[in-house]
């Protein structure tokens, strides 16, 4: 099978706002773009800002619903981590362990854009936990 990309479309409520976050924020490639959206490189994966006329609202907490990357290499994640923290990004969550010494031990970080959309940055100490590890119960940190 060929390589597959992810993409993910979401709301924004300004197209330059979300430009600057996303590509000087994040360090996104930027794509094509109208006045009404624009197509952003997530590390490979395409994410596509729309504007919405809606108000966006915030969820309480991190679930239901965000969106992020898992990271296969330790450096990668604390390279990401340092440029958010350098650029001055919102941290919705800090970063922290999950799992401290188990097969499903991670790190992890939460970022708010400024449209409150929830963005999740992991990196696992053992790859087999990213899919595997079904005798385990734990996700998140809900139980």
Not at 78 to 84: C, P, Q, T
Request: glycine share 6%; proline share 5%; aromatic share 14%.
């Amino acid at each position: 099978m060929n390589p597959v990309l992810f993409h993910l479309a979401f709301p924004v409520t300004d197209i330059a706002q979300a430009k600057a976050y996303y590509a000087d924020g994040l360090g996104c490639q930027v794509g094509r773009e109208t006045v009404n959206s624009v197509i952003l490189n997530l590390y490979g994966h395409q994410l596509v800002a729309h504007l919405s006329h809606e108000p966006l609202t915030a969820q309480k907490g991190i679930y239901p619903r965000h969106f992020g990357l898992i990271f296969t290499s330790e450096a990668d994640w604390e390279a990401l981590l340092e440029r958010s923290q350098q650029r001055g990004l919102t941290f919705y969550q800090q970063p922290k362990y999950r799992f401290t010494g188990l097969p499903l031990e991670h790190r992890t970080f939460f970022l708010a854009d400024p449209f409150q959309n929830l963005m999740e940055f992991k990196y696992y100490a053992h790859s087999s936990a990213i899919f595997g590890e079904v005798e385990f119960a734990q996700i998140g940190d809900r139980t």
